[in-house]
């Protein structure tokens, strides 16, 4: 989708400037036109630990919505400690944490201990929304874990949760749904997905998704500035005329005084009248002559005329090359989107504008402490200026507009003529009206000559600073509308939760396509990767979000895996490019995470892979990529970029973000499942089905301490170390 960007009506004022497979070597992944955002003042993710614990409660809520379970439980768990909050709320909120992202595979001893503690905080809250959602999330795991033993299943049961999930505000519904969507499975999932597929299908889309997710990959604005010259000032040499003309004049009219005894006085008036008229006549149309000759010098060099081709170096006063590199390639890019879809050729006519704007880019924000995307709201408005008057033909009209009219030229010579005709009557008077001629004919040559090139100087300086305030103004506006484009620019939680909806859709797309129902699976897994293409955006502890993804679901059956990729545009929530594949369990040879990193060069983006430090020490951006290779030596992979420098330091490192990294795209929860699944080939089956059984029996033990929980009985949460069942084995 194109963010209507170009909406602003305003005219420009002058400005004026004086290899593929395991190669070590990379494989080339596409080209990388993508923009990237990092919203450095964001501070959804930011708690200290002398912030009051309701902040602490509210961040970790965000992370949870985020997308970032860990990092809330951690929170969650740290808050509990301290004694600093006990509510359902909190409770309620802390069990979904300790579920969210996990697959039954990863419930182990410490999440159940974690459930647990979430229950006894909210055993002394009787009633309330809290506590019944919480007890939802109960029933429905324990639902869940009685039908992977299948003789403890309750049918019964199951309809009641579900009835009591209908029953809770449509808010704690989609969270449940949501944060428990790897544990849910089976019957409870088919049930579940009745009565709310249909609401995850239209979730998706809703909130003006497709109007309002680019927003997020907008970075922003940068205020505009305002240029502020020293202003132009005459040279010496057009003060020496300017004065020694004035001198000169006086010298002509005291002589004039004395010369009307001698010689004829009827033709020495008749000429110093007309020198004077003249001179006055050649001072006032030279000036205006002059000052439209640089207005539109002026507007030429906006308009690159003459063309001069500017090279993406650094000015010097520190301002990297790096950033005049971006600016350049900003500019070129905000004039190829503004093109209009008519005849002509765009690039030859707006070439000489586009160096210009490269230049005055560069010289207002190369030392204001911007990124170059923040500047590129700009190009664009200025791009979609110059596309209005491109098509409607009036790009160059400036020239035959600023042009003095005909009649200037001629009342100038006019005026010229008038001085020369003045001189001969004096000439022709005789007398001492020979040196009055002399003296008047020199003053007002070089007064005229030094008063027009001053004064044009000073006329010129300020009609360039009311251009440039003019342009400013018009900027001003222009930033103001943008701003408020961007003020609905949707959270990092609503893009995490349109993502986990997309995946949630996906999957049931999946299974639908493949004539299978969640009593099929035993397991599910579904990963994301940005595209080379796509734009990203990350605020401070969040993942990277893109505006493209390549999704991959693969769903683990009791005869093999189906694994479904498709490609999803993030923006609009369109789905393309489906491709299927289906192997068995002992086909799989090994699934792991390696460490990889990314090379960009000449606008390519190239995984660099392999254990030599030297390749990867060369590359700028550390990265995590999931192998999942098949015994047939074909390869699934599924890169997790690294931030590449969209880092606040003061608060995060490169790991951290790669770990969170890691969370949202789904692998740090995938693994756990294909490396088992790798390792025990076509047993992998009948051992996660133990697994699970005995997994099951502290579930439904805890399930029996729920009781207890109620009557105020919490002996059991702090069992004699022998007599907690034996944990397995991992």
Known sequence: MTPPHWQYGSNEAPYEFVASGNSTVGQQIGVNYGATTFHRYENTYHVSAEDPPERKL????????????RMAQEIFRDV?????IASAEFAYYYALAVFSGRSLSEMNDEVHDAFLDALALAAGFGTGEWRSALDVVSDLVSCVWGQQIGSTFDPQAMKSALKDFGGLPPQRQREI?????????????????????????????????????????????????????????????????LISGIFALLLGLFSAAGSFGDGSVALGLLGVLLVGAGGFGAFRWGLELEVAKRRLASKNREHGIPPQLVRPVSPGHWVSTRFVERIHQLVDQSFAEARPHIQGNWDTDTFGIRQYLKTRFVALYGNAQVEPDSVRWLMRWHARQVSEQWRAGTLFAYQASMRPTGRVPALLKASVGGCVAGSLFLLFAGGGFVGVAFFLGIGVFLAVKGAVHVLATQKDGILESVAARATYDAEQQAYSEWRQVLADRPSDAEMARWLDLDKNHLKTEALRRA?????????????????????????????????????????????????????????????HNEQRKSFRYDALASAHVVEVG???????????RGDDPAHLGAVSVRSR???????????????????GGLT????????????TSLTASGIAGALHVLEAVAAEGRDWIVREQERRRRRSQDWRTGARQIDFLEKGDFSFLDPEPDSRPEAEES
Do not use: C
């Open 58 to 69: 509210k961040v970790a809520k965000n992370h949870l919505e985020g997308g970032n379970a």
């Open 80 to 84: 509990m400690k301290q004694g600093q």
């Open 177 to 241: 749904t949501r944060h428990l969507n790897m544990i849910l499975s089976g019957a409870v999932q088919d049930s579940l997905d009745v009565v709310y597929a249909k609401t995850v299908a239209e979730d998706r889309l809703a909130q003006n998704r497709a109007g309002r997710a680019w927003k997020f990959f907008e970075p922003d604005p940068a205020p505009p500035r305002m240029r502020t010259s020293v202003p132009p000032q005459a040279g010496a040499g057009a003060w020496v005329k």
């Open 515 to 575: 004539s299978l129902v969640n009593r099929d699976l035993v397991a599910h897994v579904v990963l994301t990767e940005g595209t080379p293409d796509a734009q990203r955006a990350r605020v401070p502890r969040g993942p990277l979000r893109y505006s493209k993804y390549v999704v991959l679901v693969f769903l683990l059956t009791k005869s093999g895996v189906r694994e479904i990729e498709v490609q999803l545009n993030f923006l609009t929530g369109d789905v």
């Open 598 to 608: 990314i090379r960009f060069a000449d606008n390519q983006r190239y995984v660099v």
């Open 625 to 643: 990529e999931f192998r999942l290779s098949l015994l047939s030596s074909e390869d699934i992979t599924v890169l997790v970029e690294g931030a």
């Open 648 to 659: 606040d330091v003061t608060m995060e490192d490169e790991s951290s973000i790669l770990q």
